[in-house]
């Protein structure tokens, strides 16, 4: 595991977005790994100032989302797929049907997880996986107790994760109980992890993933062993 320290939030997320475009950069046909939550708006903003700039294309592109809350489809502005339409796809030339996410609506989540997995088999792996950290150490939807070999499946969110969430939606609305994650031997098996943690808030999380021992309380700690991962920080969660 390589850490990296920025002196802020933005510079982290310009890191982010210059390897993103580096990957392309190199192979046009990448398969990217998406992901969402308050620390990515940052990076898919430069994300698409750089693609801009250099003239980068995601013609030839795909992407899967590392994950999606259940019982939220694409016209709920808090589902993932809007969140994802609205940071990146609506301005970018990915063409649409090969910019994935689970489906939160599946009448099967449970088929539609496995169907994922398979889907991300299919197109070849994933080249670079972007990770953001839950303060609780969740990465996607892993939440504490997911054990080093799961799959892509349907999962509870915990109290905290719930809670945590709640300020991306409405007042009073009540934040989904289950969603589809992309499973920590899935994570594993991309050839590069890229996670950007940024804020206080995220300092334990990230002590806790660097110090180790890897284990199911920190799901992110499980990733620590992964040949080519990269942790991009501020000096505010690095401390
Ligand atoms: C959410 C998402 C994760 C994300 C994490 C951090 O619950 N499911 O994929 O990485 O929590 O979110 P934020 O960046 O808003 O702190």
């Known amino acids: ?4 320290v920025f002196d802020t939030a933005e510079a982290a997320a310009a890191a982010a977005a ?18 969402t939550g308050a620390t990515m708006e940052p990076v898919y903003a430069a994300l698409r100032r750089r693609l801009r700039e250099e003239r980068l294309s995601l013609a030839q592109a795909t992407s899967f989302n590392i994950d999606e809350y259940l ?27 090969r910019a994935h996410l689970p489906d939160g609506l599946a009448e099967d989540p449970e088929a539609e997880a496995r169907r994922y997995e398979a889907a991300i088999a299919a197109a070849g792996g994933l ?46 609305a009540a934040v989904p109980s289950h969603a589809i994650t992309l499973g920590i031997a899935t994570l594993m098996e991309a050839r590069a992890l890229l ?15 660097l110090e180790g021992p890897p284990a199911p309380d920190c799901p992110a700690s499980l990733l620590a062993g992964h040949p080519d991962f990269t942790v991009l920080a501020d000096r505010a969660a690095a401390g």
Do not use: I, W
């Open 1 to 4: 595991m390589r850490l990296e």
């Open 18 to 35: 210059a390897r993103l475009a580096a990957c392309l950069g190199a192979r046009p046909s990448a398969v990217l790994g998406l992901a």
């Open 71 to 97: 019982g939220l489809g694409a016209d709920d502005p808090q589902s993932y797929r809007a969140t994802m339409n609205r940071l990146l796809f609506d301005d970018v030339d990915l063409p649409a049907a």
């Open 127 to 172: 080249d670079l996986q972007l990770l953001g950290l839950g303060r609780n150490g969740h990465v996607g939807f892993n939440e504490p107790g997911s054990p080093a070999d799961s799959r892509t499946r349907v999962v509870a969110l915990s109290a905290a994760t719930r809670e945590a969430n709640a300020r991306h939606f409405p007042a009073g």
């Open 195 to 209: 996670m950007v943690v940024t804020g206080a808030a995220k300092r334990a999380p990230l002590a806790r993933l």
